[in-house]
């Protein structure tokens, strides 16, 4: 994929993120408060959702005819994205599974496919806690891509939390999973998924970032 494409990608993501936490600073995010809904999260949910479609099928070659199944068998699967957990920047930390039965019916991808066909019959299902596991599910895809373009808008972005040098990043990521956490402003993941358990509290903060241990309250396991 071409620098500018990538670019283009990693600031709309990075829009879509600050629009949510502009949202969160005036409805916080809780479990009261995942069923609420408005016009903006709407277009918000709508937009992460749609450069989801968008970055997949660039990946996988371009073409309209690919739904998401082939998605899901030729990328979400080898990327590990659908077992994979992220943790959510909100004190006490959030831990969730973007992937997660996001195809069941009340799964934000089939919300998403509704939403697309009328929006006026579908518009409250774009709540708060849809719109996280987009962009969630988003964040995850950008960090887990291994093209050489998106290994340096990590560095980019600083996204990233390892001391090893820009010229041997992607080389090291591209090959066996690697010992890497990433960090956007809302989100964390490790690369390799069984590193975030299940259960927060039983994590290795020393597999984290200096961000996640300031939330976490504590360095060693």
């Known amino acids: ?19 949510l936490i502009d949202i969160f600073r005036v409805v916080p995010f809780s479990k009261e408060n995942e069923a609420a809904w408005s ?13 989801i479609d968008s970055v997949s099928r660039s990946v996988l070659g371009g073409s309209d005819k ?43 991808w089939t919300i998403y496919n509704s939403l697309k066909h009328n929006r006026i019959q579908n518009y409250n299902k774009a709540n708060m806690g849809n ?54 402003e809302l989100f964390g993941t490790h690369e390799i998924a069984k590193n975030i358990p299940e259960d927060l509290d039983k994590i290795n903060p020393a597999l984290t970032s200096q961000k996640f241990r300031k939330y976490f309250g504590r360095f060693n396991p």
């Open 131 to 184: 719109t996280l596991k987009a962009l969630a599910a988003l964040f995850l895809l950008l960090v887990r891509n291994k093209e050489e373009e998106y290994s340096k808008a990590l560095f980019r972005f600083d996204w990233i939390d390892t001391g090893i040098v820009p010229e041997f990043f992607h080389e090291e990521r591209s090959g066996e999973p690697w010992s890497i956490w990433y960090d956007s």
């Open 66 to 108: 690919l739904k998401i199944d082939d998605f899901e068998k030729k990328l979400f699967g080898g990327l590990e994205l659908l077992q994979s957990r992220v943790v959510v920047y909100i004190y006490p930390l959030q831990l969730i599974t973007p992937y997660q039965n996001y195809r069941d019916p009340n799964g934000w």
């Open 1 to 19: 994929m071409n620098p500018q494409d990538v670019e283009f990608i990693f600031q709309s993501y990075i829009t879509f993120e600050k629009k």
């Open 39 to 51: 016009p903006e999260l709407v277009n918000l949910f709508l937009d992460a959702s749609s450069l």
